[in-house]
């Protein structure tokens, strides 16, 4: 069984940084593979934040691009979400999501982890 484990979370002041990883635990970094990051703030719809393919390559929520950046490490089993210039509205439980054979019929999904950015 596949898991997948966020890590990189907490509260950070508006203009700050952090760097969110998930760690798979399998091996299902294939080259096709699709990776994508996810975040619900309280009270909405989760919303798509970012993904990497090798279909796409990276691409990006508008409200977010240009301070966040996908990228994977699949020597360590992780993907990761580097945020820059966090905004108040960036506060939201962040999931990762994988797709190992890129083909939208099995993927899965990490637990979460809570972003804060204080104004």
């Known amino acids: 069984q596949v898991q997948l484990v966020e890590s990189g979370g907490g509260l950070v002041q508006a203009g700050g940084s952090l760097r969110l990883s998930c760690v798979a635990s399998?091996?299902?970094?294939?080259?096709?593979?699709?990776f994508r990051w996810y975040r619900q703030a309280p009270g909405k719809q989760r919303e798509f934040v970012a993904v990497?393919?090798?279909?796409?390559?990276?691409n990006y929520a508008d409200s977010v691009k240009g301070r966040f950046t996908i990228s994977r490490d699949d020597a360590k089993n992780t993907v990761y979400l580097q945020m820059n210039s966090l905004k108040p509205e960036d506060t939201a439980v962040y999931r990762c999501?994988?797709?190992?054979?890129?083909?939208?019929?099995?993927?899965?999904w990490g637990q979460g982890t809570q972003v804060t950015v204080s104004s």
């Open positions: 999501n994988i797709d190992p054979a890129g083909r939208g019929v099995v993927a899965y």
């Open positions: 990497m393919s090798r279909a796409v390559g990276t």
């Open positions: 399998g091996s299902i970094f294939s080259i096709d593979a699709i």
